[in-house]
């Protein structure tokens, strides 16, 4: 039995570690932070029920977060984080804040409404603060505060090496991606390399692709990876190219972790998030959007060199900086 000491609580998804990134973070503050899922278990199977119909694992769930709280009660928690928390029914976190009565709670969504559980909203209003990574929630949500991702500081020091890839695509295939990608290939002029790493996070969910979806019909599967790369390989081919190519889900506005990540590395950008236009480290140099049916990608775009930002923008967008803002040390103390 661990004989560590929490003092604050974080229930967040495991996407590719960037949870273990936030508590490690937390312990160079010398916050002990107490890490687990926002669902009660990680299957593929879990998280479509999760989406389509909650109910249907009503009960595991609050079984799983009531074991998850009297853990926590136990402990010193002065702060509870909640990233996302698909699975966190309002009644969980109403016995949560009981059991933890002293604790500040806040709420941190890196996904939109439309992509999220129906009760999603209804959840705010228990939290004492609540950010969202989308900026039209924000607007259409007073109750939201506008807060992108962040890029860990490992991406701002990528080592120096040869610029042997021009465009570099990596990311889960949802939505449209596979799609808007084999556009955009038959848009790069002849000589550019693309390269493009697509993940399917189980054999099934692109089996189903496969059978459902005509655009995966002529798919071949050695296009697809179903493990993830490992984060030394994705830095390496991140410091080896020249443009990194983002394509949000067509129901989001909200910057991706792989446009903050082009932001550190100092890499050109092609994206279809029209909202990266109205973003302060837009420049036409750096950032080019293209609509993601009718792909025009300019010569000249492609040839010319990244422009520097200064370094308080750049800041902005570090794992620091989002700890600053969504949890602020004060808040720890």
Known sequence: MSSEIYSCLIISPDFFGYSEEIKTALARRGINAMLVDDRPAADTLTKALIRISPRILRGKAEAYFEAVTERARSHPITDVLVIKGQALSCEAIRRLRLALPDARFTLYFWDSYKNMSSDSPTKVGLFDRAFTFDPVDAQNDVRLKYRPLFCLDEYFRLPPTKTDIDLFFFGTIHSDRYQVLSRM?????????????????????????????????????????????????????????????????????????????????????????????????????????????????????????????????????????????????????
């Not at 599967?221 to 443009?243: G, H, Q, T, Y």
């Not at 890499?267 to 302060?280: E, G, L, P, S, Y």
């Not at 959007?289 to 775009?301: A, L, S």
């Not at 620091?320 to 969504?326: A, F, M, R, S």
């Open 185 to 333: 290939q038959s848009s790069v002029p002849n000589g550019m390399t693309f390269k493009k790493i697509m993940y399917f996070s189980s054999r099934l969910v692109y089996m189903g692709r496969r059978i459902l979806q005509p655009a995966f019909w002529t798919a071949k599967r050695a296009e697809f990876i179903f493990k993830p790369v490992f984060k030394d390989e994705l830095k390496m081919l991140l410091a080896r190219s020249r443009i990194v190519v983002d394509i949000e889900r067509p129901i989001q506005t909200g910057l991706t972790m792989r446009t903050l990540e082009a932001v550190g590395a100092r890499k050109k950008i092609i994206t279809t998030n029209a909202f990266a236009t109205k973003t302060d480290f837009y420049r036409p140099e750096n950032v080019l959007v293209i609509d993601r049916e009718n792909i025009r990608i300019p010569r000249e775009f492609l040839e010319s060199e990244f422009c520097e930002l200064p370094q308080e923008v750049i800041e902005k967008y570090t794992l620091n900086g989002w700890l600053d803002e969504v949890l602020p040390l004060r808040a720890l103390a």
